[in-house]
Nanobody, 121 residues
Framework: QVQLVESGGGLVQPGGSLRLSCAAS????????MGWYRQAPGEQRELVAL???????NYADSVKGRFTISRDNAKSTVYLQMNILKSEDTAVYYC???????????????WGQGTQVTVSS
């Protein structure tokens, strides 16, 4: 079994900052990518940021220059530093990992339970 446990969501005023964390645990052979998606009410889930093994990153245009994704490979943990938050960043943020559980298995997608981020005055 694999678990992705998120933390760090909450309520923040516009212009403020939050830092999300997600730790992967369980039967893991290797992690190819980790990242964050978000889903606002009535909207589809969308990619926020992704970091792959080696450090390459990919960001949604709407968060470029404001959000920074990073990863601690030793701890199987991914972080999302969110600055200059806007009301339109309000959503449930989901941690994502693409990983292999054993050397004999293929890559599979895993998701966290989600953490609420609300940007409001």
């Amino acid at each position: 079994q694999v678990q992705l446990v998120e933390s760090g969501g909450g309520l923040v005023q516009p212009g403020g900052s939050l830092r999300l964390s997600c730790a992967a645990s369980g039967s893991i052979f290797s992690i190819s990518a980790m990242g964050w998606y978000r889903q606002a009410p009535g909207e589809q889930r969308e990619l926020v940021a992704l970091i792959i093994t080696g450090g390459s990153t990919n960001y949604a245009d709407s968060v470029k220059g404001r959000f920074t994704i990073s990863r601690d490979n030793a701890k199987s943990t991914v972080y999302l530093q969110m600055n200059i938050l806007k009301s339109e960043d309000t959503a449930v943020y989901y941690c994502y990992a693409l990983l292999r559980q054993t050397s004999a298995t293929t890559h599979s997608n895993y998701w966290g339970q989600g953490t609420q981020v609300t940007v409001s005055s």
